[in-house]
């Protein structure tokens, strides 16, 4: 609690300070995250500068505000200090706690003239799934992602594996796998089949599998899970036996942070992570590599993820319309583009994908299309009310089971009792 | 006259008092009191609940968890940095080539951020490509996942903070240590007591008002130490590695369930005092002040 006088005091002063140096017309306050490697602050930093330029009278403040995490915090507490931000860039899962924190206000109400309506509709409908709930649009896709599989193709070859041909299935992955793990004279893995990081946020990846496997998570209302469901354990069990029983993945919880590096340094010749890591593995593997979709078992199926642009309450009508317009400016072909080719996040709607740059991109490098190829088949992250802390509880339970403290089956049971019991009260 | 002085003393204490009461005293009572009620959310006002978040706390099996492991983290960790930080003290308070050198390198660790800290010990422990797994390599060993298994994670966390720490209390010792008179050791000397005797007897008696001070503050350290693991585990796998303090951090911070982080708190700020005054009350009898 301390913390939080402290943190309102400070915000009362920031907000003090803001509104002295406050001449100009408006003035916004655009909080955003960084989630990935490479220069996606940068590139941010830039477009918010060259929309400033090119419109007199508005300011705005990019405010790099740390990790998706830390930026949801921060945003928490302003605006219980009464200092929210006009715009922020947060997770699109956080869309349910916004709404019950009464701090998010639908795009709905600004548009207003057939463009705008053109505009909102032309984004890819399995963005859209994370943005939209109750028939209004409370999140514009901005830096948006899906998990993809990456390969290497030097140690396919070595393998004995064709370098141009992922695993398409679940089996091929344990069979490409077992031919890729490499060991030295004295029986140790030096390099493992295939690395799907499970720390931090492992539901993220383990709900590719679960789509994969014909299972959905959550409801569209966001107040009732389906962790128990037979397929979610089947899913587990799957991912357990990479390491259990095929010994093609390396035991126990595997770092999220640490995996693009593991991919350079030839630890493992596949991994999971999202496309936003695409331009940072492009600059630092040493080798050729592959980008896939991830392997299919009953269909083919991944998870959206990342952030959208949120609009607070108790902004003035102005400040409204100047973010509005900031965001229809950001998310237009041109700018987005831009965004896409620094970071790898998918451009989140198809006239992006039409544009001269983009053309000239994917001509010249063809895997960043293999993530807008597979939104056909991707569903909306899992997202409900109290979203951190159910997530949390399916993340112990994976870890659990992970880790042989638990069977599959009972951690799930056990985490969707738990989840009942906090989202009785949304029903 | 008599009245003036008594404004005069309170005008003194003002700003010091000021501050205390206002980022300590008020909200702490402002934390107890938040937590008999429910937690507000945007549409729903907080309500009177009584001890509904106290009974809550005593079933829940993270609380328990934390509160475990939080004591073995305390216990792991006190005891060993303190000998560490009097070894290093006794070591670097000799006259020797070097010993300018070798104390700076002992309290290198407490001036670095324990976040950087942190990501240094990550790249120690990162599976496959990190130090100790390319020393281990080197002998034949297998790889290791010291922050990824339950079995090792919080024992990894702990020797990060034994690192840290020990550097701060061998400042203390050392200062103790070069504030003892020679005459009392010389006069052992004479007395024909060889080294370990004029420790037990004489060194250690003398050291223990610095004990004292560096058990009361190893002890909150051990609660209130939370930076790194932000960075090593996210108090993973399955809350192996999760502290109180870093339970209250996401209850009230990730999950914004502020009541309940105002629970916890109450729990945290009662553990404390209660280990505190222990403390005093019983080693102050065994403290020799000068």
């Not at chain 1, 393998?159 to 041909?165: C, I, K, Q, R, V």
Request: aromatic residues 14%.
């Amino acid at each position: 609690m301390l913390a939080r006088t402290l943190k309102t005091a400070c915000a009362g002063s920031l907000f003090a300070l803001g509104s002295l140096t406050s001449a100009s017309a408006v003035d916004l306050q655009f909080y955003f995250p960084v989630a990935v490697g490479g220069k996606a602050a940068q590139t941010i930093e830039e477009l918010t500068e060259e929309y400033v330029a090119a419109n007199e009278g508005v300011t705005i403040d990019a405010v790099y505000a740390g990790s998706y995490q830390d930026t949801v915090a921060k945003v928490l507490t302003a605006a219980r200090g009464g200092d929210a931000p006009q715009l922020s860039v947060i997770l699109s899962v956080d869309m349910f706690t916004l709404i019950d924190e009464d701090l998010i206000m639908p795009f709905d109400d600004l548009v207003k003239t057939d463009e705008d309506r053109e505009w909102l509709n032309a984004f890819y409908p399995a963005f859209m799934e994370n943005s939209q709930t109750g028939g209004k649009t409370y999140g514009i896709p901005f830096q948006r992602s899906t998990p993809v599989l990456y390969w290497n193709k030097e140690a396919f070859a070595e393998a004995g594996l064709d370098p141009d041909t992922p695993p398409a299935t679940w089996e091929e992955m344990v069979e490409f796998g077992k031919k890729l793990v490499k060991k030295d004279t004295s029986g140790n893995v030096e390099r493992w089949g295939v690395r799907i990081p499970t720390s931090g946020f492992p539901y993220w990846l383990f709900q590719g599998l679960t789509t994969q496997n014909d299972v959905i998570l959550a409801n569209s209302d966001g107040n009732k899970t389906n962790f128990d469901d037979p397929k979610v354990v089947e899913a587990l069990e799957y991912l357990i036996s990479l390491n259990k029983e095929h010994g093609v993945m390396a035991p126990g919880i595997i770092e999220w942070g640490a995996t693009p590096k593991a991919f350079f340094e030839g630890q493992t010749a596949m991994m999971w992570t999202t496309t936003g890591n695409l331009t940072n593995v492009r600059t630092n593997a040493p080798f050729d590599f592959g980008v896939a979709m991830l392997p299919a078992n009953k269909r083919r199926g991944a998870p959206t993820g990342g952030g959208n642009f949120y609009l607070f309450k108790g902004s003035s009508d102005e400040e409204l319309a100047a973010a509005f317009d900031f965001i229809k400016w950001i998310s237009a072909p041109e700018q987005a583009a831009k965004w896409t080719i620094a970071t790898g996040y998918v451009a989140p709607r198809p006239d992006t994908w039409e544009t001269e740059t983009m053309k000239a991109y994917t001509a010249d490098f063809p895997p960043a299309l293999v993530a807008r190829d597979q939104l056909e088949h991707a569903v909306a992250e899992l997202s409900t009310y109290e979203n951190q802390r159910i997530t949390r509880i399916l993340n112990d339970a994976l870890s659990a089971a992970i880790t042989g403290q638990k069977d599959a089956a009972t951690a799930l049971k056990e985490a969707q009792a738990q989840a009942d019991a906090i989202l009785a009260d949304y029903r | 006259m008599q009245r003036r002085e008594w404004i005069y003393g309170w005008l003194l204490l003002l700003p010091a008092f000021a501050l205390l009461a206002m980022f300590t005293h008020i909200p702490a009572v402002a934390t107890f009191w938040d937590s008999f009620f429910s937690t507000p959310r945007g549409r729903r006002e907080a309500r009177f609940i009584g001890w509904e978040n106290y009974e809550r706390l005593l079933d829940d099996p993270i609380f328990w968890k934390v509160l475990t492991n939080n004591l073995w983290f305390a216990l792991g960790t006190i005891p060993l940095s303190m000998i560490l930080a009097l070894a290093m003290a006794l070591w670097v308070n000799k006259q020797f080539f070097g010993q300018g050198f070798l104390r700076m390198a002992y309290f290198t660790p407490t001036v670095l951020p324990l976040i950087a800290v942190a990501n240094i010990w990550l790249f120690f422990y990162t599976p496959g490509f990190g130090l100790i797994d390319q020393i281990l390599g080197l002998f034949g060993f297998a790889q290791t996942n010291l922050l990824g298994s339950p079995d090792t994670a919080l024992g990894a966390v702990m020797a990060v903070t034994i690192w840290k720490e020990a550097g701060f209390f061998m400042i203390f010792y050392l200062a103790a240590l070069q504030s003892i008179p020679p005459s009392l050791l010389e006069a052992a000397k004479i007395e024909g007591a060889g080294s370990w005797t004029t420790f037990r007897r004489i060194v250690f008696p003398l050291l223990m008002p610095t004990t004292l001070f560096v058990s009361i503050n190893a002890v909150i350290n051990s609660f209130r130490l939370v930076d790194h693991l932000f960075i090593l585990t996210g108090g993973g796998p399955d809350n192996a590695s999760s502290l109180l303090l870093f339970y209250i951090y996401e209850t009230a911070f990730r999950f914004w369930d502020t009541a309940y982080g105002a629970t916890l708190t109450v729990v945290m700020l009662v553990l404390l005092s209660l280990l505190a005054i222990g403390q005093f009350f019983l080693f102050d009898r065994k403290v020799h002040y000068q």
